[in-house]
């Protein structure tokens, strides 16, 4: 199992960034990939991006262009770069691996950072 902890959350203004932290607590080239979803209250929880140690990165439609996902492999830590953000981004933001395990993968998550975006 790994344990992954976020950071960076909070209130901004319409048109404003936020950058998101994800702690992994296994060297993230062990991981499958790093990935990051949100659930706005009242909807399912939806995918936002995904990246693999040195994969390419992928990403929602709704966030393309303005959100970027990146790793740092010498922190162990996945960051999301949120930029132009909007109220359909307020939502809690959960990291997850996709993990390796014996038969296949499984995924972990991580406890969630809300992001609100006031208009």
């Known amino acids: 199992q790994v344990q992954l902890v976020e950071s960076g959350g909070g209130l901004v203004q319409a048109g404003g960034s936020l950058k998101l932290s994800c702690a992994t607590s296994?060297?993230?080239?062990?991981?499958?990939?790093m990935d990051w979803y949100r659930q706005a209250p009242g909807k399912q929880r939806e995918f936002v991006a995904s990246i693999a140690f040195l994969g390419t990165p992928n990403y929602a439609d709704s966030v393309k262009g303005r959100f970027t996902i990146s790793l740092d492999d010498a922190k162990n830590t996945a960051y999301l770069q949120m930029n132009n953000l909007n109220s359909d981004d307020t939502a809690v933001y959960y990291c997850?691996?996709?993990?390796?395990?014996?038969?296949?993968?499984?995924?972990?998550w991580g406890q969630g950072t809300q992001v609100t975006v006031s208009s």
């Open positions: 997850s691996a996709e993990i390796f395990v014996k038969g296949g993968r499984a995924r972990d």
């Open positions: 296994v060297p993230i080239f062990t991981v499958a990939s």
